[in-house]
């Protein structure tokens, strides 16, 4: 596949001319991240900015304690690094690769200059930290008003209907998360994520397939009650 065309495929470059699209491609360079792999880690003071072009990554923090939140699942398409790359201050999280990852990486002075060559890619960015807003607005409004249960399912829904594949009326969720790691996205503990998934593997609402889990009754899961 030509460089311009996988570009095309970021949606922060989307909107961008032929010639601006080129001048992105010429500050670029691929890098390529194993299964697991950290690509930045909170703390940090490089200030890159990255594109996804194939992949699945988590992006998490952490407080003094160690003690670990999930934030969001990346894949192909996302890009992340604006917030250090704009305000100059270390990384925010980790984000790590839960597979095989292809990435585009632009120095951070390069990609500054093109901010201000580019006002386009500077509204798209604009953008880009909008959604990243509610995001976060919304998943902080979810802790504080749902229960385990709720967030739990209402975060799987999400997952599959991103990440998912459908088949014959099944959602399966191929993602490569455990269940400490679905804890953290929900601010529950791992027994907690147990309990739910193998309630609802009883009544039939969710499947259990190894690695896997696909999501027999999407509209069971939308009721899904809060005990935990």
Known sequence: ????????????????DDGEIDQIRRLS?????????????????????YAVLHGRLKVSTANTEGDEMVLSIMGAGDVFGEIALLD??????????????ELLVIERRAFQDLLGRLPTLSLSLMRVMAKRLRELSDHAQDVSLLGVGARLARALLALGRRFGE?????????????QQELGEMVGATREMVNRCLRRWAEAGIIQLDGPELVILDEDGLERADDDA
């Open 1 to 16: 596949m030509e460089h311009d065309e996988v570009l095309r495929r970021v949606w922060l470059f989307s909107q961008l």
């Open 29 to 49: 360079r691929p890098c390529r991240f194993q299964a697991r792999e950290t690509v930045v880690r909170q703390g940090d003071e490089s200030g890159d900015f």
């Open 88 to 101: 100059r201050q270390p990384r925010s999280a980790t984000v790590s690769a839960l597979e095989t990852c």
């Open 166 to 178: 459908r088949r014959a009326g099944r959602l399966r969720v191929a993602l490569k998360l455990s």
